[in-house]
T-cell receptor, first 112, second 113 residues
Framework: SQTIHQWPATLVQPVGSPLSLECTVE??????LYWYRQAAGRGLQLLFY??????ISSEVPQNLSASRPQDRQFILSSKKLLLSDSGFYLC???????????FGSGTQLSVL | DAKTTQPPSMDCAEGRAANLPCNHS???????VYWYRQIHSQGPQYIIH???NNETNEMASLIITEDRKSSTLILPHATLRDTAVYYC??????????????FGQGTELSVKP
């Protein structure tokens, strides 16, 4: 069966520090991968998606970047965090762009 | 993609059926209706999806009106563990805009004892 791993579960970072969140999927090959962010009390916002290694599409201009160095690995990064980067970050995968999403357990990021 | 409208919150008594409505009046003929739910501090969980016909699985039933302008998610016997935010989504097919699911505010369902 397929599983998605996302870590860490919680993270507290100072403003201006770098960020690296990692997500890996097991049990499937060539998944579509996604990064979402959820601000407190709000809906999910799609940040990035990837249909293959090295292929990244950005949905909103922002302080973050994403990379997909391996087929089942998706990384969310920032060189310098802003206060507004705080939120609940979720990684997800699907078999195809029309397929249902499977989400990780999320990372609660607090930038102070 | 079709915009969906859901009530911000609903209450339901434990053991009763929870009927969560969703309006998607601008939905096109090839857009599916998806339902997800998110329990507090967890990732969203897929529940069900459908195009035209009503659908049922082990979690819920999905009733889609004949004109496809609205749908209802039914949890037949709600339990306290069904307390969550429920999202109704109608994404465009991938050959149109990429098929990426965009989540709105959803309905916060509170199941009460």
């Amino acid at each position: 069966s397929q599983t998605i791993h996302q870590w860490p579960a919680t993270l507290v970072q100072p403003v201006g520090s770098p960020l690296s969140l990692e997500c890996t999927v097991e049990g499937t090959s060539n998944p579509n991968l996604y990064w979402y962010r959820q601000a407190a009390g709000r809906g999910l916002q799609l940040l990035f998606y990837s249909v293959g290694i090295g292929q990244i599409s950005s949905e909103v201009p922002q302080n973050l970047s994403a990379s997909r160095p391996q087929d089942r690995q998706f990384i969310l990064s920032s060189k310098k965090l802003l206060l507004s980067d705080s939120g609940f970050y979720l990684c997800a995968w699907s078999r195809g762009l029309d397929e249902k999403l499977f989400f990780g357990s999320g990372t609660q990021l607090s930038v102070l | 993609d079709a915009k969906t409208t859901q009530p911000p919150s609903m209450d339901c008594a434990e053991g009763r059926a929870a009927n969560l409505p969703c309006n998607h009046s601008t939905i096109s003929g090839n857009e599916y209706v998806y339902w997800y739910r998110q329990i507090h501090s967890q990732g969203p969980q897929y529940i069900i999806h459908g195009l035209k016909n009503n659908e049922t699985n082990e979690m819920a039933s999905l009733i889609i009106t004949e004109d496809r302008k609205s749908s209802t998610l039914i949890l037949p016997h709600a339990t306290l563990r069904d307390t969550a935010v429920y999202y109704c989504i109608a994404p465009p097919p991938h050959y149109n805009q990429g098929g990426k699911l965009i989540f709105g505010q959803g309905t916060e369902l509170s199941v009460k004892p």
